[in-house]
């Protein structure tokens, strides 16, 4: 995955709470199986939303409202943000597994507190340029700074661009061998069919 | 393990302490996942990143596969599918199950359906177990004892080649539900009464345990039901302690443990439960006997209302798009579409709560009614009984198993601007086809309103 260090780009304004990944990706699209080419469907059926992203941005940075991303688990909501440029997502909440799918796809989700929520969403409706700064957890729009919050575990996967899976299997291996070993004798009946 | 072993904790925290592999000083813990459910939406591209990175399925008999999303629930004996995207996103599947060695339940295995379904019907769910799969419905699981939780794709492809993810724990929410239901109000009003109450976004961060009579007295289906929502109050988890309702509904299933082995692990399943004194980060109480059948009215989950409220001033939007005025009834709404199915209520029990709402009566004119059994050995067991008849004979259509007018992915869907009643978990726009108009409602009032052909109160039905 490619590193993330510092982003800019238009804000994008989405002020609405709830926006959930049948609205960012609709499930009629689900039966695509690719990952890659699928940014001509996020919000497929909201031509509000459809007119602003076919305006060319290569990052537009979106500023939602609370709860983004809530519902169904399916990855292609993050998938589509990220074909169509998205590569930041600010918002006071987040849907969970929407959020970790966020980070194992290079996209940054990051958590704004409520009056900061507001500075940013009246500088993204003005189309503001924001400048993302990870590693110092900060956004810089017109002379101001935000901080914005991830957790260090987020922020270092996005820094280094790491793959979760090699990562674990490179660094735990023996400890993944040693768990299963005691479980094997603590609970058999899990054991049956190897 | 962070917490010493005799310190009193939730049962959440049991679990998790039970499955950690190793911790990082960032609090976050390797957790082990003993089991892992595929279905053919979100896989693919989980089995792209164990083809770009050269790696094998660490434990493939730790996993279970099943077509469910987009498989037609109509015309499809031999297993043909005629929609091309469809047919190969299910070959896709079948071809990727037998390239990495993972067992699959295919179309034609008279055990097909729904995943959440079909793994508590095989036993591949057991109490004290955790258990993840592509998709937020996996929250149904707990209802045996289970932290069970949705993952996305790319995770979906972690736990395949190492069997863990790293995960941070979640806070506790204890939901106390005590006394009996109404007639006529069932675990679907428990649940949405809990939505309505704590909201879409309450349960975020947060793990909730069902508990009091009203949980402890529910069935094996009724504790799906609540737990399968738990996600629509922003929880990945939702838990209920196992009990002999809980084993007696496992044992003899095809992969319960037998014997020796299944003494050892009722005696283990025994100590699953909160400590007395353990304690929560919030708690919740309802009250059962003084619910009513719930209604959502907006785009949703928590957008809910009993039967017989006035629709409140909700957001502008919501009321737009379901063409509805603030302060008017939803009773009495006509609708256009009725759907009996999904991972929320397409159990046995529900079959027989609808059909014991219909029997001798007629499906509206202009009603399109189905009933999407929630598997193959759902759809056996009420053929078997003969509630097919009594949907067949009422003028609803009876269908194979499958996901179907829950997500809208299978050729089944609502056409714009029309209105739904549903036994399903989502009502937000579009989720039943683009513009379509969703109410979410329990199996009896969804069959009520078939026959009615407008939204009604079931109370009054059992009263005439």
């Given at each position: 995955m490619t590193p993330f260090t510092t982003v800019s780009g238009s804000a994008f304004a989405l002020?609405?709470?709830?926006?959930?990944t049948d609205v960012i990706y609709?499930?009629?699209?689900?039966?695509?199986?690719?990952?890659?080419?699928?940014?001509?469907?996020?919000?497929?059926?909201?031509a509000d939303l459809r007119a602003r992203i076919d305006a060319p941005d290569e990052n537009p940075i979106l500023v939602a409202g609370a709860?983004?991303?809530?519902?169904?688990?399916?990855?292609h909501a993050v998938w589509t943000l990220a074909d169509a440029g998205f590569r930041a997502i600010f918002a006071p909440s987040f849907g969970e597994i929407f959020r970790s799918n966020c980070t194992n796809n290079g996209v940054l989700a990051g958590l704004v507190g409520e009056a900061d929520h507001l500075a940013l969403m009246t500088a993204a409706q003005a189309g503001t340029v924001l400048e993302v700064d990870l590693a110092n957890t900060t956004v810089h729009f017109g002379g101001t700074a935000i901080r914005f919050s991830i957790s260090d575990v987020d922020r270092r996967m996005l820094l280094e661009g790491w793959n979760a899976t090699t990562r674990i299997l490179a660094l735990h291996r023996e400890d993944i061998t040693a768990f299963e070993g005691r479980q094997r004798h603590a609970a058999p009946w899990l054991w049956t069919k190897g | 393990m962070n917490n010493t072993a005799d310190a009193p904790r939730t049962l959440y925290d049991r679990l998790w302490d039970a499955h950690v592999v190793a911790s990082a000083p960032d609090g976050q813990d390797l957790l082990y996942l003993d089991r892992h459910l595929l279905h053919e939406v979100s896989t693919p591209q989980s089995f792209e990143l164990l083809r770009e990175n050269g790696?094998?399925?660490?434990?493939?008999?730790?996993q279970l596969a099943v077509p469910d999303h987009?498989?037609?629930?109509?015309?499809r004996e031999g297993g043909a599918i005629r929609e091309e995207m469809a047919r190969r996103q299910v070959a896709l599947l079948e071809r990727n199950c037998r390239e990495f060695g993972i067992e699959l339940i295919d179309?034609?295995?008279?055990?097909?359906?729904?995943v959440h379904v079909i793994s508590p019907e095989q036993a591949f769910t057991l109490p004290g177990i955790t258990l993840v799969c592509g998709?937020?419905?996996?929250?149904?699981?707990?209802?045996?004892g289970a932290l069970a939780f949705g993952i996305g794709a790319s995770e979906c492809g972690t736990v395949m080649a190492t069997q863990c993810l790293w995960q941070t724990r979640a806070k506790t929410l204890r939901v106390r539900i005590d006394g009996q239901l109404p007639p006529g109000v069932s675990a679907k009003d428990m649940v949405l009464s809990l939505i309505g109450r704590?909201?879409?976004?309450?349960?975020?961060g947060h793990a909730i345990e069902l508990c009091g009579s009203a949980v402890t007295s529910a069935s094996m289906e009724a504790r799906m039901t609540l737990c399968n929502m738990g996600i629509e109050a922003g929880a990945r988890v939702a838990l209920i302690a196992p009990d002999d309702t809980t084993f007696a509904w496992i044992?003899?299933?095809?992969?319960a443990p037998t014997g020796p082995l299944w003494e050892a692990a009722v005696a283990y399943w025994r100590t699953l439960r909160s400590h007395d004194d353990a304690v929560f980060s919030q708690e919740v109480v309802l009250d059962a006997a003084s619910m009513a059948p719930q209604v959502t009215?907006?785009?949703?989950?928590?957008?809910v209302i009993a039967v017989d409220a006035p629709v409140p001033d909700g957001p502008a939007r919501a009321l737009a798009y379901m063409g509805l005025d603030a302060?008017?009834?939803?009773?009495?709404l006509p609708i256009d579409f009725a759907f009996i199915g999904s991972c929320?209520?397409?159990?046995i029990e529900d079959l027989r709560a609808a059909a014991a709402v219909i029997r001798g009566r007629h499906v509206a004119p202009n009603v399109t009614a189905m009933v999407v059994p929630g598997s193959g050995l759902v759809k056996r067991q009420a053929e078997a009984e003969g509630l097919d008849s009594v949907f067949r004979a009422a003028g609803f259509e009876w269908h194979a198993a499958g996901c179907s007018l829950c997500v809208?992915?299978?050729?089944?869907s609502v056409p714009t601007g029309q209105r739904a009643i549903s036994t399903s978990n989502r009502n937000f726009e579009?989720?039943?086809?683009?513009?379509a108009r969703t109410h979410l409602a329990s199996p009896q009032m969804v069959a009520a309103a078939a026959i009615a052909g407008r939204i009604v109160d079931i109370r009054e039905e059992l009263a005439a």
């Open positions: 002020p609405e709470d709830d926006i959930d609709p499930a009629r699209f689900l039966l695509r199986t690719e990952k890659l080419g699928l940014g001509n469907l996020a919000f497929a059926d909201r709860n983004f991303g809530c519902g169904s688990s399916r990855e | 790696l094998a399925v660490r434990r493939p008999a730790t987009a498989v037609p629930t109509r015309d179309l034609n295995d008279p055990r097909q359906g729904i998709d937020s419905h996996t929250a149904t699981h707990g209802a045996f704590i909201g879409s976004g309450g349960g975020v044992e003899g299933r095809e992969r009215y907006g785009i949703s989950p928590d957008q302060g008017k009834p939803v009773k009495g929320t209520n397409g159990r809208a992915m299978n050729g089944d579009g989720r039943q086809g683009p513009g």
